[in-house]
C-alpha cells in the first residue's frame, strides 16, 4: 500500500515564509552570487562580476564544454536568476559560480585530466640557471632521498 503525502496548508506555508526569506538573505550576504558575466576576447578569460563588488577570471580553455569553443558562443553567457550559475545555451553548458570560484572547472574526470596537464607544466622551465643548478645538484649527490618517516 502506498503511503500519501500530505500536502501542507497554506497557514503552514505562510508561517515557514519568513524563515525562507531569512535563509535567501543570509545565503546572499555569505555565498558567492554573480550579477553579470562576460566573456573576453583579448584575454580569452571569462569574468564575472559579484554582488559583494568583487570580480572572479577565469581562462574560458580550463572549463569543461568551454575549452575549444568559438568566441561568438563564449560571448553568448548568461546568468542564471539568482546568480548560481552561468549558461551558455549554444554550447548547451552550464557552470556553477560557487565552483568557479573554488577552482572547480568541471566533472572529477575533467579536473583529473586539467591536473594532470596543469602537471606537464610544472618544473618544464628551460633556463640557463636552472640548468646549471641542476649540474651544480648533480655533482653533490643529487636531490636528497625522502626520508622514511
Known sequence: MATEKRVPTDAEILA???????????ADRTEPRAVSASYERESGRVRIELVNGCAFEFPAQLAQGLAGAAPD?????????????????????????????????????????????????????????KARAARENGKRGGRPRKSAA
Open 73 to 129: 558562443d563564449l560571448e553568448q553567457v548568461e546568468v542564471y536568476p539568482g546568480g548560481e550559475g552561468l549558461r551558455w545555451d549554444r554550447l548547451d553548458v552550464d557552470l556553477s559560480v560557487p565552483g568557479l570560484i573554488a577552482g572547480v572547472f568541471g566533472g572529477s574526470a575533467w579536473m583529473r585530466q586539467l591536473g594532470r596537464r596543469m602537471g606537464e607544466k610544472g618544473g618544464s622551465a628551460r633556463t640557463e640557471s
Open 16 to 26: 515557514k515564509i519568513p524563515g525562507a526569506i531569512k535563509a535567501a538573505r543570509e
